[in-house]
């Protein structure tokens, strides 16, 4: 390939090259106002590149003379001396792109061995010198301290035996789904933040039976859910500008939790929560991967799990509740989670196979709405089958291998008590629900044109097609058993089974024949009748029998002009 050509500079291939091209580049002042199209004039396509530098005798990689060489690496400093980045008892913030800071500037100050540069009042610590440098602002002798309320509430809402007791049942039935601690980091009722003992309480107390104590003592003395939501609400809202990484466990904890009332399931606050702690995690620096960041083992695999627990829940909270979600691909650069995040007790009981499941599907949901339900998206595809199906057919491929795979081998072995892979295999029939509700929505603004073959077919293959996915929901449903009914059910979960229902009705009421009406009709029957004889045993069923009941309460032939029995 021949080097670029630049316009008014000669391909210079000489011991001559570099200076004679430049003085015979055009006066700089001939160009003072130039726009878009005299710059592409002057700066050569980026195809080819590499060989017009050698064409000026630079040889790529290597630096220009007088060029100030790049930041050195990282420090040699043993990884135990250096700072934590999520020190609970400071306060470091991620230095932003396009912030009063430019990392790309910091990233040459001279730092020290322990790669932080001293200010009077604030320090700056560097963890990362590559192409996208990474920095930390720790203001001076800032302590966090405890952001919830005094410590002696907490024990006057929650004996420390009883505390103990629950965070040995949140260890015992929570990591599969919550993955936010590390085997070794397990906290204490006595020594850690309140808020995040608060959460630990909150989430583990459904479990009290299995405990023998607790089974009895919180039959007479249950915990007080209100206050302890309180107390971690608290916290978050007094930690905004002191964000820690002990407040966003106890945020993630808290967006998982049970809803206050299964019957009115508070999706705009948990909402409003998931925001808080997704700028929360940006400015923890979360969003970034620190696989390579110089700090201690244990750390990168927290920041990761926490970072990929996060993405996860701010999906599934954005579905459930209609919203966007706010963490976007773009920005996102933490690979996904591998073995390598566990430790090998973690790896032998599921945890690891249960995370990485988690991490695949809050994939493909993102690709979901990127894809499909961003409004643009949505309004530009309303009314093309062709392109909905283009657009669906890569995602749906990727959905059911990850059925096949990560869904599949998070459901082999599981203990025979509880079974933890139930809100895995919920979240795949729930995101294959969702793309069937996009695919079938061109349709549904369409006249179909007999006449048109092609779009005859496509619309009854997808219709059979969204009706073999709603069977196997159904028959999810029907077959739940006691050990998979036990065991901890996200708060999204609430909405999900909504999603089986409203694709049951929609299907019924759109059926093209007579046929596809009553076999709709049947499984729409299925449908209540599996809801309704699980939910006096998993009570956040109740939300989606509410969901359904109402339509019939009030009459299809009143809503829709249609009569369905």
Known sequence: MSPPTFQGVPQAVDDRSLNEAVDSWPAMEQHSC????????????WEGWDTGLQSFGVVPGTHIVGAKSSPASASTVPISSRPQVGDEKVVRQLCGLTGDMDPYLVRHYRFDEANTMLFKKLAIYSVSVGTLPVQFVQPEEQDVGDL???????????????????????????????????????????????????????VAQPFSRYDEYLCIQTVYDSPPIGR??????????????????SLLQAALILLSSPPK???????QERYMISGLAAAMAQSLGLWHDAREWPIAADEKRLRRRLSWCLRYQDQWIAFVAGRSPHIRDADWLVQELSENDFCAVEITQGIARSAIAMTKLAVIMGSVYDTLFTLKSAQSLSTDFRGTLRAAQPIMETLNLCYSGEISAANDGHDLEVDQAGHLLLAFHSVRTLLFRAILRPFHNLVINENDTAESEACQYVRAAARASLVSFIDFTATL????????????????????????????????SEADKEECRLELKRARRSLTLHSSSLPLLNFACLRIDAVFWKGTNDLFGVEIT
């Open 34 to 45: 130039m726009d878009l199209e005299d710059l592409s004039n002057i700066v050569p396509s």
């Open 261 to 267: 009332d299964n019957l009115v399931p508070e999706d």
């Open 228 to 245: 302890l939501w309180d107390t971690v609400i608290a916290a978050l809202h007094g930690g905004t500008s002191k964000p820690s990484i």
């Open 481 to 512: 058993t006691a050990a998979r009914i036990r065991a901890f059910w996200p708060f999204w979960s609430t909405g999900s089974w909504a999603l089986m229902c409203n694709l049951s009705l929609l299907l019924t009421l759109t059926a093209t």
């Open 148 to 202: 919830a309320p005094d410590r002696t509430e907490l024990d006057g809402l929650i004996t420390l035996k009883v505390g103990e007791n629950l965070i040995d049942l949140f260890f015992r039935f929570l990591p599969p789904a919550l993955p936010v601690f590390l085997s070794n980091q397990r906290p204490s009722a006595s020594k850690d933040p309140v808020h995040l003992l608060a959460a630990i309480y909150l």
